[in-house]
Nanobody, 119 residues
Framework: QVQLVESGGGLVQAGGSLRLSCAAS????????MGWFRRAPGKTREFVAH????????YYADSVKGRFTISTDNAKNTVYLQMNSLKPEDTAVYYC????????????WGQGTQVTVSS
């Protein structure tokens, strides 16, 4: 089992920045990738970014490429999402998730943190 706790959400004006954090605990040694997803009001959950634990390879959704940066501190079992040039359409609940080595699917999810971008 892996437990995930997100933090860092809040209210920011368009063009501003926020940094989300997700602290993992439990069986973190079996982590394959750590990712961020989001769910905007009235929409389905969408992928934002992920990072491979083994080599740091990253992948981003087109909608955030060039504005968001995902990174990890493996010693702290923490993944970050630096969000710059925020837009009102980035408003959503952001979730951290972990995929394990065995299943390669996102089996563990955090509780989510609200990000609101005002215009």
């Amino acid at each position: 089992q892996v437990q995930l706790v997100e933090s860092g959400g809040g209210l920011v004006q368009a063009g501003g920045s926020l940094r989300l954090s997700c602290a993992a605990s439990g069986r973190t040694s079996s982590t394959y990738v750590m990712g961020w997803f989001r769910r905007a009001p009235g929409k389905t959950r969408e992928f934002v970014a992920h990072i491979k634990r083994s080599d740091g390879t990253t992948y981003y959704a087109d909608s955030v490429k060039g504005r968001f940066t995902i990174s990890t501190d493996n010693a702290k079992n923490t993944v970050y999402l630096q969000m710059n040039s925020l837009k009102p359409e980035d408003t959503a609940v952001y979730y951290c998730a972990v995929a394990g080595q065995q299943t390669r699917s996102y089996d563990y999810w955090g509780q989510g943190t609200q990000v609101t971008v005002s215009s």
